[in-house]
């Protein structure tokens, strides 16, 4: 799971006062997340560790106020590699860069609920699958149609996988993972 949205709703505790002021900082993060990536990767290449542990400790705190949860756990564990003179191998720090990406997508979809006006409809799930397995561009149209509703029917996280394949038109992909999902 990236983000436990418990933490960030007990934060703004479903005040619209609170949301109104916490949203700026919220959207900042995640408008900054792209710069820290180029950041961290250029610390990465110039093998300056103290850079990378300040950004990771950095990030590791914003995220994890908010309810990031997968984001802190990999943090931490590239921290302590750095503290004992390592770098983190290459594959880890891609790792962490690629959970680092799928975090700050996953909180900005979660703001987007708030200003973002969707058919909050539950989706017909088995009439989309057809959409999908046919290779329809019907299926992208009505994908940004009913974001509100396929947040609501995936949660979250699941949605953000959803939403990459969907960008990709990888629409078989969506389709098995919604066909196991009706399975249950």
């Given at each position: 799971?990236?983000?436990?949205?418990?933490?960030?709703?007990?934060?703004?505790?479903?005040?619209?006062?609170?949301?109104?002021?916490?949203?700026?900082?919220?959207?900042?993060?995640?408008?900054?997340?792209?710069?820290?990536?180029?950041?961290?990767?250029r610390s990465y290449q110039q093998q300056d560790s103290k850079a990378?542990?300040?950004?990771?400790?950095?990030?590791?705190?914003?995220?994890?106020t908010l309810g990031a949860t997968a984001l802190p756990e990999l943090s931490r564990s590239l921290e302590l590699v750095l503290q004992q003179g390592q770098l983190p191998s290459a594959s880890e720090f891609a790792r962490y860069l690629e959970c680092l990406q799928q975090t700050s997508v996953a909180l900005d979809l979660w703001l987007s609920q708030f200003n973002y006006s969707s058919d909050?409809?539950?989706?017909?799930?088995?009439?989309?699958?057809?959409?999908?397995?046919?290779n329809?561009?019907?299926?992208?149209?009505?994908?940004?149609?009913?974001?509100?509703?396929?947040i609501a029917y995936l949660g979250p996280d699941d949605f953000v996988l959803m939403e990459q394949d969907i960008m990709a038109l990888n629409f078989?992909?969506?389709?098995?993972?919604?066909?196991?999902?009706?399975?249950?």
């Open positions: 799971m990236l983000f436990n949205f418990s933490v960030l709703e007990q934060l703004i505790g479903f005040s619209q006062d609170a949301f109104v002021h916490l949203s700026p900082a919220i959207a900042q993060l995640i408008a900054s997340t792209p710069g820290e990536i180029q950041q961290l990767t990378i542990e300040h950004s990771l400790h950095k990030l590791r705190g914003s995220y994890a909050s409809a539950l989706p017909d799930v088995l009439q989309y699958i057809q959409y999908l397995e046919n329809d561009m019907q299926a992208y149209s009505l994908f940004q149609v009913q974001r509100a509703g396929w078989l992909a969506v389709a098995e993972r919604l066909k196991q999902g009706v399975n249950k």
